[in-house]
Each structure stands twice: as C-alpha cells, then as structure tokens.
C-alpha cells in the first residue's frame, strides 16, 4: 500500500491526529460492540411492549406465581428441623468460627437460644422434615424444591425486601415480575402481564416499589389488584354509554395523545399511560370473568380456604392467582403481610404465638392453589415460588423470656419452588445444625433469580436492557443457576 510522505511538521501533525483518532477510533470500537451486544441481548420486539416474545431456552413453565411472606419467615419454625437447637434451649450457642457481619455483633452481647415450639415430621417420598404449622403443604412436599442459606444483601426490612423481590437493595431497580414481562410479553393482551395481589390488610414495605418497573419501560411494572371486593375499581362502562361509544372516545383521546406525544419519544411513562387506556378497554370484557370467584364451585373454594376467616383472606389471592393463569398472566405476585407491624411476619417477640398465627393464614390456601393447579395439568406450564426477605436467628440477645422471639438473619433466608422444571423433593443448600448460616458458601439471591429466570426460559446474560451507558440486568453482576432443583 503506497503511504504519503510527510515531514518532521507533518508528523506531529500527524502523530497528534493519529491519537485523536485512534482514541476516537477506539470509543466508535466499544460503541459498536455495545450497541451489538444490545442487539444480542434484546429479541425483535413487535410495536406492543408486552406482545408474546419467544423464550431463550425451552422450558415448561410459562407463568410465574411469586408468593411473597413480608417480615422474615422463621426457618427454624418452618422447614429446617434443628434439634440441637431444642436441645441448647436456654444457653448460649457454642462459639463459632468465621462469623462476619451483623451476626458477629448479635453473638458478642448476652443471648440464649431458642429451641422451636413446634414437632416437625418426615413426609412423602423424599422424607422432608416440615413444621406441624404446615399439616396441608406438607402433603405436597415431594413437589416442592426447597433451596437453604440463602444470603440476602441486607438485614433491614427495606432493603432486604427490594434484594428479593428486585435484585437490588436500593429503590429504582426493575422487580421479577418486570423482567420476566419484559422477556416474554403476555400470552392474554386483554389482561395486564404482571398482576399484584396484595394482603386485604394493607401494603408491604416499601410499596409499590415491590412490583415497580424501575428503569425498564413503565408497561412492564405491576398491575395492583385489590385484595378484597372489586379487584379493579372503575373498571366497568358507565351505565348509559355504548361500548361503540366508549370506542369513539377511545379513539378520539387516543388521537390527542398521539399529538401530545410527537417530540417526546422515549417518554416511557406517557407511552404506558396510553396503551393503559385500552388495555383497560379491552380488560372491560374479560377482566370481569377471570376476577368473579363466584364461579367457583363450593368444593373448589373450600380448598383455598375461603369458607374460614383466618384463611379466606389468603385463599382468595390465591385462588385468583390460578385464575389469573387461565388467563395467560405471565407473572402473578402475592404478598402475604403489611410492613412491619403484627400482621407481619417480623416476629421479635413471641415468636411461637406469631408462627401459629401466620403459618395457620396461609398453609392451606397455598397447599390448595398447588393441588388445583395439579389437578387441572396448570402446574407443569407455572412455577410457584415461596420467599420471604429474610430468615430469623435461631437465638435472642438478653434472658429467655416467656415468649421469646427471634431477630433478622439475612444469612438463613429458606425458599421453595414447584411447577415447570423444578425437581420435585430436591434440595440446594444446607445450614448448620442451629439454622444460623450455610454450612458451606452461602447461595446469593442473585442465583436465586437467575434459576427463576432459567426456569422461565430465560438466560440472565441475554436479558438485558440498556440504562445510564451500561447494559443492566435482574442479577447485576450475574447469577448462577442452581441446576439441583432443575430437572
């Protein structure tokens, strides 16, 4: 190749010009394999955010039920059978090795054990040890994979929350639910993808923050259903108004906004407000059928417990969470508790009276919406996950009381999941014999999420989404599937 001849002058010039653009040179580089691994990260998606999207991997489940205990379910009371912790009821733990963090300040002031006031037996083939709290979920245990020392990122009831139920500790972060809305779009465009039941009672910690869409495009956030009486207020037409009319005004609003929203594209929140309105138009036909519980046969509500009080809170979200499956919603989150208060799970004090109470709300609801969905061939296409933001010690600081409790551990979160691929009576993780931490490396809810994710038949490294200059995504930095519980 002929090269043009320069002198000493042209050559700084030229030196100088070489580096600008070879620093240029070097930025388009690592522009164009960005905007290239965006475009490999991200499927073609149709002009509807939420239009079906092909999965990355084939797998079963093609819905998701989020069952989400607010406050801190106590493992030790639960699913983690622990007699030598009954046995050093009273005294002191015995001096452990290589304790970090919050738990190695606990350890350090007075404390004493706490052995559960509850008998725990085997059941099923695979021999599970459950709680006497749970006589119903017991008898699906062999369905259930249950996944042990889970870390979350943080001890506190705010964050540990958002850990779980968004990957991230701090507020702004897309929930589980958006994601996977995100990636798969809805089957049903006549109901929301993602639905949020909340507890009758009120709101979870942090709110809406739970089920937001953060920095993925707002038609991704959850859809709030009440928890009792009419799930979505003023939903139906107005009495007077022809639907062909309703569609005129439709049409017309429709129009101004359009105008409205010339010049401001990527205005995420304006374009779901927008496609909301009909959304809710369409919803008018079928929202209606899918909400009326009334249908169900009598036998059928008995199962979720609606024919008792202390259940039928619970056995209703539950039993519109199936419902809303029929329906084609890809993701449903239910949330059993309100903040931090005694229809929490956060139980400080009296932890055996607190267990009793919340474990008897919501076994059989939760043991029925598995059964139900068995029975009717649902389970195998929908993954159900239990979760809670945290596990509890399994000793308190100070003297024994007459109705101890248990404090915040964020090392001993326990998880389950059914449905789809999961392997029935498998189990991922192990605590040491007081349910304090991990026996070994503790699993990180990043894993957690990705295993979500797999078993919905996403790749946590392709689902990404381009925010402030970095390609983001549910686990951050990445999370390991956990394939023990995949079958």
């Given at each position: 190749m002929n090269r043009p001849a320069c002198n000493s002058r042209q050559g700084?010039?030229?030196?100088?010009?070489?580096?600008?653009?070879?620093?240029?040179?070097?930025?388009?580089?690592?522009?164009?394999a960005m905007m290239a691994e965006q475009l490999a990260a991200e499927k073609p998606r149709s002009s509807s955010p939420l239009a079906e999207q092909m999965p990355h991997k084939v797998r079963k489940a093609k819905h998701c039920i989020f069952l989400f205990m607010q406050g801190g379910v106590s493992q030790v009371d639960s699913f983690e059978y622990k007699p030598e912790l009954k046995k050093l009821h009273g005294k002191p733990l015995p001096r452990l090795p290589n304790v970090a963090g919050e738990l190695q300040g606990r350890l350090s002031f007075p404390h004493?054990?706490?052995?559960?006031?509850f008998d725990f037996k085997q059941h099923g083939e695979s021999g599970r040890y459950v709680s006497e709290l749970y006589p119903h979920l017991a008898g699906q245990v062999d369905d259930l994979a249950f996944i042990h020392g889970i870390k979350t990122d943080n001890q506190n009831h705010g964050p540990s929350t958002l850990s779980v139920t968004t990957g991230s500790q701090f507020p702004g972060h897309p929930s589980v639910g958006s994601w996977v809305s995100y990636g798969l779009g809805t089957e049903n465009q006549d109901m929301p993808a993602y639905a949020v039941i909340q507890d009758p009672r009120g709101a979870p910690v942090n709110g809406a923050a739970v089920w937001a869409n953060g920095y993925l495009p707002a038609a991704y956030q959850g859809t709030l259903l009440?928890?009792?009486?009419?799930?979505?207020?003023?939903?139906?037409?107005?009495?007077?108004?022809?639907?062909?009319?309703?569609?005129?005004?439709?049409?017309?609003?429709?129009?101004?906004?359009?105008?409205?929203?010339?010049?401001?594209?990527?205005?995420t929140e304006l374009e779901a407000r927008i496609s909301s309105y009909e959304l809710a138009f369409r919803m008018q036909t079928e929202a209606p059928e899918?909400?009326?519980?009334?249908?169900?046969t009598s036998e059928v509500q008995e199962l979720y417990g609606m024919n008792d009080p202390v259940t039928a809170g619970f056995g209703r979200q539950c039993l519109l969470a199936r419902r809303l499956v029929e329906s084609g919603v890809r993701y449903t989150l239910l949330v059993h508790g309100v903040q931090i208060g005694k229809h929490s799970w956060d139980d400080h004090g009296d932890v055996a009276g607190g267990m009793a109470r919340h474990s008897r709300e919501v076994d059989r609801p939760v043991a029925g919406l598995l059964a139900d969905l068995k029975?009717?061939?649902?389970?195998?296409?929908?993954?159900?996950?239990?979760?809670?933001?945290?596990?509890?010690?399994?000793?308190?600081?100070?003297g024994m009381t007459d109705k101890p409790g248990r404090d915040h551990n964020s090392y001993g979160l326990v998880m389950w999941m059914a449905g789809g691929n999961v392997k029935g009576g498998a189990t991922a993780g192990e605590t040491d014999e007081f349910g304090l931490r991990a026996t070994g490396d503790p699993i990180p809810i990043r894993d957690v999420h990705a295993t979500i994710l797999d078993l919905m038949g996403l790749e946590d490294e392709r689902l990404r989404y381009l925010h402030a200059g970095r390609l983001r995504r549910l686990t951050d930095t990445g999370g390991t599937v956990i394939d023990r519980i995949i079958s």
């Open positions: 700084a010039g030229s030196r100088r010009a070489f580096l600008s653009q070879a620093y240029n040179g070097i930025g388009s580089l690592a522009l164009g004493v054990c706490v052995g559960s006031s009440r928890g009792s009486g009419t799930p979505i207020l003023n939903l139906a037409r107005p009495s007077g108004l022809s639907r062909k009319q309703q569609r005129k005004e439709l049409d017309l609003l429709g129009w101004l906004n359009e105008q409205h929203r010339q010049g401001r594209a990527g205005d899918v909400v009326d519980i009334s249908q169900e029975r009717r061939g649902l389970l195998e296409e929908t993954l159900v996950v239990w979760a809670s933001e945290m596990g509890r010690t399994p000793f308190k600081n100070g």
